[in-house]
Nanobody, 123 residues
Framework: QVQLVESGGGLVQAGGSLRLSCVLSGRTMNLVGMGWFRQAPGKEREFVAGISWTGGSTSYADSVNDRFTISRDNAKNTVYLQMNSLKPEDTAVYYC????????????????WGQGTQVTVSS
């Protein structure tokens, strides 16, 4: 049974940084594409960043490009999201998701989801 568990969320002031982690269990991380999404109250879930199973291909939402970095350590079955220069509009529940090989931007393309971790950025 595949499970994803996120951690690293919290309260931070604008301009600060956080690093989110997502651990996959139940299978190897090989051949698994990983994505980070977020959902703010009253809004739809949106793509933040994605990384292919090799780590050779990454993509970002325009709103986070140059501030966030996605990475993975297949030996630890873990994907990370380094978030710098945080803004109040980054406040949301952040979810990691997994699917076969690639990391597209649509939430409906993913098979497995974590429970989410809250990120709150104060102004």
């Amino acid at each position: 049974q595949v499970q994803l568990v996120e951690s690293g969320g919290g309260l931070v002031q604008a301009g600060g940084s956080l690093r989110l982690s997502c651990v996959l269990s139940g299978r190897t991380m090989n051949l698994v594409g990983m994505g980070w999404f977020r959902q703010a109250p009253g809004k739809e879930r949106e793509f933040v960043a994605g990384i292919s199973w090799t780590g050779g291909s990454t993509s970002y939402a325009d709103s986070v490009n140059d501030r966030f970095t996605i990475s993975r350590d297949n030996a630890k079955n873990t994907v990370y999201l380094q978030m710098n220069s945080l803004k109040p509009e980054d406040t949301a529940v952040y979810y990691c998701a997994a699917r076969w090989m690639t990391a597209p931007m649509s939430p409906s393309d993913y098979n497995y989801w974590g429970q989410g971790t809250q990120v709150t950025v104060s102004s």
